[in-house]
């Protein structure tokens, strides 16, 4: 967002009460100054951020990475609005096979607990930690 010349103007007049007739093109060259600085800063990074991506900077949308088009409600709207890429029709069946032919085991094929009888020691596996 722009600030209009409004603001610009108010923020100029303070500027130069506060600064005074001396000190203000000392303060005046030094942001022009900063700006060039920043613009050949931003001009460097755009040069290597080219030679680096290659032909793949042209095909970038930099629009879309733009974050002043960051919008939550637009994100959620589109995603909802998406049409999912596959469907499983059962997913629960889906899951179970995939998981027998992984050879893991599935809510049917769980193992049964024994309780352990006063004084016994609980199994132990040295190698699973």
């Known amino acids: 967002m722009l600030p209009s010349f409004d603001k610009i103007f108010v923020i100029a007049l303070i500027a130069v009460m506060l600064l005074g007739p001396t000190r203000l093109p000392i303060y005046a060259q030094k942001l022009g100054q900063l700006v060039r600085t920043v613009r050949g800063m931003a001009d460097t990074a755009r040069a290597r951020m080219k030679?680096?991506?290659?032909?793949?900077?042209?095909?970038?949308?930099?629009?879309?990475?733009?974050?002043?088009?960051y919008d939550p409600r637009r994100i959620i709207r589109d995603a909802?609005?998406?049409?999912?890429?596959?469907?499983?029709?059962?997913p629960a069946s889906?899951?179970?096979?995939?998981?027998?032919?992984?050879?893991?085991?599935?809510?049917?094929?769980?193992?049964?607990?024994?309780?352990?009888?006063?004084?016994?020691?609980?199994?132990?596996?040295?190698?699973?930690?």
């Open 51 to 69: 030679e680096e991506m290659g032909e793949e900077y042209n095909d970038v949308d930099w629009q879309k990475l733009d974050p002043r088009q």
């Open 80 to 90: 909802l609005l998406d049409e999912p890429t596959t469907v499983i029709s059962t």
């Open 94 to 129: 889906a899951a179970a096979a995939s998981a027998v032919a992984a050879g893991l085991p599935t809510r049917s094929s769980r193992a049964t607990v024994v309780p352990l009888s006063a004084g016994e020691a609980p199994p132990y596996d040295n190698e699973a930690t």
